[in-house]
């Protein structure tokens, strides 16, 4: 069954860095999303792309954040300067117009 | 604005009981409605999606879910519970179709106790 891969499966970044945490979706979804999940929280979404591009974001995901399909099969979450709070498991999803959303198995961002 | 509640951070049950976890929803639009499992150090795993076909849906690994508009739930059963069901299980709503942004209850840590 396909998957969605997220890479590197741990990241750990000193405070102010900036991040890049890589996705490959479902090769022929169109639909691709970030969420986030800090430690014993629930998951949140983050935002939603579509058609190169945003198609929703929440407050969460401020000025510091930003997404981009660079290439036809990665998706990408930047973090420009990282912050404690940032800490957390971000994971990727995909999904086409009739198929509910596959998750990645997620990147634990961890900041010092 | 959609939510979910999900009553019970954690859920003990002995292996062959039946599995009940709870999750109501609000909505303001007929909902979509999913559970996923998160199994330790992995990600987020589909069981099962209501999307106003069958109120009854059947899942993987023996689980279903009941859609009752009248309750607004969507709680999940298994008739007989197994050690490998030991994770972590989230109710999400969604209300524009499968393609929008899912909303995610505080999740259930189910245990199985032999």
């Known amino acids: 069954e396909p998957e969605v891969t997220q890479t590197p499966s741990h990241q750990v970044t000193q405070m102010g860095q900036e991040v890049i945490l890589r996705c490959v979706p479902i090769?022929?979804?169109?639909?691709f999303y970030w969420y986030r999940q800090i430690l014993g929280q629930k998951v949140e979404f983050l935002v939603s792309?579509?058609?190169?591009?945003?198609?929703?974001k929440s407050e969460i995901f401020d000025d510091q954040f930003s997404v981009e399909r660079p290439d036809g099969s990665n998706f990408t979450l930047k973090i420009r300067s990282t912050k404690l709070e940032d800490s957390a498991m971000y994971f990727c999803?995909?999904?086409?117009?009739?198929?509910?959303?596959?998750f990645g198995d997620g990147t634990r961002l961890s900041i010092l | 604005a959609q939510s979910v509640t999900q009553l019970g951070s954690h859920v003990s049950v002995s292996e062959g009981a039946l599995v009940l976890l709870r999750c109501n929803y609000s909505s303001s639009v007929p909902p979509y409605l999913f559970w996923y499992v998160q199994y330790p150090n992995q990600g987020l795993q589909l069981l099962l999606k209501y999307t106003s076909a069958a109120t009854l849906v059947k899942g993987i690994n023996g689980f279903e879910a009941e859609f009752k508009k009248s309750e607004t739930s969507f709680h999940l059963t298994k008739p007989s519970a197994h050690m490998s069901d030991a994770a972590e299980y989230f109710c999400a709503v969604a209300t524009t179709g499968t393609a929008s942004k899912l909303t995610f209850g505080t999740g259930t840590r189910l245990q199985v106790t032999l």
């Open positions: 792309f579509y058609n190169n591009e945003i198609s929703e």
């Open positions: 999803a995909s999904s086409d117009d009739h198929q509910p959303q596959h």
């Open positions: 090769s022929n979804h169109l639909y």
